[in-house]
C-alpha cells in the first residue's frame, strides 16, 4: 500500500538565553492545531557567541522564522538581511520572517500591545499615555503606541540614561509629544493620564507580590492601567489598580497579540486568538 502524506513539517521557533522557561511554544503550536496546519515551534538554547552560527543553522534547515528572546533581540540585527521600519526605529528584532533565501527581522512586541488595546475598543489617538519603565519592552510599546496616535508619551524609569535616550527617539521620529520623569521616590500619576503601563519586569513570577513605585492613591477611576506582565496575568499592581476604580488590562493579550501577529506573517493565515489565549490561560493559572 503507497502512503502519500509528507512527514515534513514546517519549522519556527525561538533562539534565547535562558529559554527554557519560554511559553512561547505553548501559544504556537496551540495555533498550529487549531489551524490544522503541520507546523513546529522549536524552543532553542542559543549562547550569544553562538548566534551567527544559529542563522546559519536557520538558513540551512530552511525554517519559516524565529522569535528572538533574551539576550539577542539587538544582536541578531547584524545577522539579518532586512529590517522593518518599525525594527529600524524600536532598534530590537523578536521576530525573524523568512521571504525566499532572505531573512526579515520585525519586532511585534509594540504592535501586540496596540492590539490587545484595540480588541478592548480602546482607540489611542490623542491619548496621553504613562510608562513605568524604559528597557526593550516600553521601547517597542511607546514607539508603536507613538505611531498609532497617541498624543502625548511620559517615561519614567529609574535610570535616566534609557528614558531620555528613549524620549528623545519618540520626539525624532514619531508624531507623540515625549517627555521624561525620573522616577525618585513614589511615582504619582498626573491628572489627565489617559493610559498608565507598567512596562518593567516588577511583579513577574515568582516576586508576584511586587509592586512598582507608584502612589497607588494617585491612580483615578478614569484611568486604564496595563501590566507587560504576563505571568501572573492578573497582577498584584493590576489588583491594586481596580481597587482603586481603575480598568485594567493584563500582559497576557500583549504576548498573544504578538505571537498573533508572528503567526500570520509566518504561515500567511489569521491567528486562532482564541486558542492561543486559551493555552496560556492553562499554563499561567495559579
Ligand atoms: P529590560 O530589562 O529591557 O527593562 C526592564 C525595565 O524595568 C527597565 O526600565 C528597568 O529600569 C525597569 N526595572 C526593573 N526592575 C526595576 C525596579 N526594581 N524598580 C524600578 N524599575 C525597574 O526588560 P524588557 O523591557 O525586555 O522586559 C520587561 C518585562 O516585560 C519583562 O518582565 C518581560 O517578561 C515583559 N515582556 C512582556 C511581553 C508581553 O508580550 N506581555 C513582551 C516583552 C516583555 P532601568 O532602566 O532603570 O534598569
Redo the contacts with the bound molecule.
Keep these: 500500500m503507497s502512503d502519500t502524506r509528507s512527514y515534513k513539517a514546517e519549522l519556527v521557533g525561538v533562539f534565547g538565553y535562558p529559554v527554557a522557561e519560554n511559553p512561547t511554544i505553548v501559544m504556537q503550536e496551540a495555533a498550529f492545531a487549531a489551524a490544522d496546519l503541520h507546523w513546529r515551534y522549536l524552543t532553542i538554547e542559543v549562547l550569544p557567541e553562538q548566534l551567527a552560527d544559529a542563522i546559519q543553522g536557520l538558513r540551512a534547515f530552511n525554517m519559516r522564522g524565529i522569535n528572538l528572546t533574551?539576550p539577542h533581540k539587538v544582536a541578531v540585527i547584524a545577522h539579518l538581511d532586512e529590517l522593518a521600519p518599525e525594527a529600524t526605529l524600536i532598534g530590537a528584532v523578536?521576530t525573524v520572517v523568512r521571504d525566499g533565501e532572505r531573512l526579515v527581522g520585525h519586532n511585534t512586541?509594540g504592535k501586540?500591545?496596540v492590539r490587545s488595546l484595540q480588541d478592548a475598543g480602546v482607540d489611542l489617538a490623542g491619548k496621553h499615555l504613562v510608562f513605568?519603565?524604559?528597557?526593550?519592552?516600553?521601547?517597542?510599546m511607546a514607539v508603536e503606541s507613538a505611531l498609532a496616535g497617541a498624543a502625548q508619551i511620559t517615561i519614567v524609569?529609574?535610570?535616566a540614561s534609557?528614558?531620555e535616550t528613549l524620549v528623545e527617539l519618540l520626539n525624532e521620529r514619531t508624531p507623540a509629544a515625549a517627555r521624561f520623569t525620573l522616577?525618585d521616590g513614589k511615582y504619582a500619576v498626573p491628572d489627565g493620564t489617559d493610559i498608565l503601563v507598567n512596562?518593567?519586569?516588577?511583579g513577574?513570577f515568582p516576586a508576584v507580590d511586587?509592586l512598582?513605585?507608584v502612589d497607588l492613591d494617585s491612580i483615578k477611576p478614569g484611568v486604564l492601567v496595563c501590566d507587560?506582565?504576563?505571568n501572573p496575568p492578573y497582577t498584584a499592581f493590576l489588583q491594586a489598580a481596580a481597587a482603586r476604580g481603575a480598568s485594567t488590562l493584563d500582559?497576557?493579550g500583549?504576548?498573544v497579540?504578538?505571537g498573533a501577529i508572528a503567526f500570520t506573517m509566518w504561515t500567511g493565515r489569521d491567528a486562532p486568538v482564541a486558542a492561543m489565549r486559551r493555552s496560556l490561560e492553562e499554563i499561567f493559572r495559579p
Excluded: C, E, K
Design positions: 533574551i523578536n512586541d501586540g500591545f513605568l519603565g524604559a528597557g526593550g519592552a516600553a521601547r517597542a524609569n529609574r535610570s534609557r528614558g522616577l512596562a518593567t519586569s516588577i513577574l511586587d512598582p513605585d507587560v506582565i504576563p500582559g497576557l500583549m504576548l497579540g504578538q
